[in-house]
């Protein structure tokens, strides 16, 4: 079955760009729709943004200027950056998938294990 | 933003007895095109990733056991364990996704009393 395991460098300091990628094994990204959504105490879970295969993405206004989700289909791959990060940005990651034929904004049916990032200096 | 809010903040059922957990829409997240309500509601234990155990509502997902139920429409939604197991300890969750952004409930915590 279809496994997604997010990956990062770890901590990050403020005002720096939090990089994540998603990689997805025992099946294709392709004709999807892939989210990142974020889980910390203070705001409980949070849907960041997504993407479909072809390109399209969707963000979460509250942080859309900061905000760039991108897919790599050869490598079954999907990424986030999320730039000028501060102490609110700290949190479990998750990568997600939208289940076929459902809502692409959720109806998650496939989630990573969560990569756990702290902001700090 | 579609604001989602759960009720009540967490509940202690006794085992094999019925849990109950609300959850209403700022909006409704019914679409009329397809009469389908965007509304999922999932499941999430500790250090692990949040389960989904239903979608359109009321659409169990796969191996997901029938004692769960989901119903509603609208702006009112309701999950029901039927019969609390000691696994069924975990925090719950709905989720719409008929806007964006998608947006959850602040979790209800289901404990055994």
């Known amino acids: ?121 | 933003d579609i604001v989602m809010t759960q009720s009540p903040d967490s509940l202690a059922v006794s085992l094999g007895e019925r849990a109950t957990i609300n959850c209403k829409s700022s909006q409704s997240v019914l679409y009329s095109s397809n009469n389908k309500n965007y509304l999922a509601w999932y499941q999430q234990k500790p250090g692990q990733p949040p389960k989904l155990l239903f979608y359109w509502a009321s659409t169990r997902e796969s191996g997901v056991p029938d004692r769960f139920s989901g119903s509603g429409s609208g702006t009112d939604f309701t999950l029901s364990i039927s019969s609390l197991q000691a696994e069924d300890v975990a925090v719950y969750y709905c989720q719409q996704y008929y806007a964006s952004p998608g947006t959850f409930g602040q979790g209800t915590k289901v404990e055994i009393k």
């Open chain 1, 1 to 121: 079955q279809v496994q997604l395991q997010e990956s990062g460098p770890g901590p990050v300091k403020p005002w720096e760009t939090l990089s994540l990628t998603c990689t997805v094994s025992g099946g294709s990204i392709s004709t999807y729709y892939w989210s990142w959504v974020r889980q910390s105490a203070g705001k409980g879970l949070e849907w960041i943004g997504r993407i479909h295969t072809s390109g399209t993405t969707n963000y979460n206004p509250s942080l859309k200027s900061r905000l760039t989700v991108s897919v790599d289909t050869s490598k079954n791959q999907f990424s986030l950056k999320l730039s000028s990060v501060t102490a609110a940005d700290t949190a479990v990651y998750y990568c997600a998938r939208a289940q076929a034929g459902g809502g692409t904004l959720g109806g998650f049916d496939v989630w990573g294990q969560g990569t756990m990032v702290t902001v700090s200096s």
